[in-house]
């Protein structure tokens, strides 16, 4: 299954061109995934939009997990993954390679 997180203009909302190909993501995961079956515009807010349609959805999803364990993992920049925005992710990586400073000290 392949999900692609684009306007049809082939950019996302707020004007930023839709980065790279289109996203494979795992389909033993993807096809559970709630965010499938919504508009995905919700998921990429507009600068200083509304995250919370977007996060309601995530709130509700069996792969939640899964899917912000993927955006971080990828560095996924822009839009709502797993029920966290860019720049809660951008936070959550920096934690992350803060205690993997810590247990290799």
């Known amino acids: 299954?392949?999900?692609?997180?684009?306007?049809?203009?082939?950019r996302r909302p707020g004007g930023r061109p839709a980065a790279g190909p289109a996203l494979h993501l795992p389909p033993e995961w993807v096809s559970d995934a709630l965010c499938a079956q919504t508009d995905p515009e919700a998921?990429?807010?507009?600068k200083g939009g509304s995250t919370r349609a977007?996060?309601?959805?995530?709130?509700?999803?069996?792969?939640?997990?899964?899917?912000?364990?993927?955006a971080l993992d990828n560095a996924e920049h822009y839009?709502?993954?797993?029920?966290?925005?860019?720049?809660e992710r951008r936070d959550l990586r920096r934690h992350r390679h803060e205690l993997a400073g810590e247990v290799a000290a």
């Open 1 to 10: 299954m392949t999900i692609e997180f684009r306007s049809i203009r082939g």
């Open 54 to 70: 977007a996060k309601r959805v995530c709130a509700e999803c069996a792969v939640r997990a899964e899917c912000l364990d993927w």
């Open 43 to 46: 998921f990429f807010p507009d």
């Open 79 to 87: 839009g709502i993954w797993g029920g966290k925005s860019e720049r």
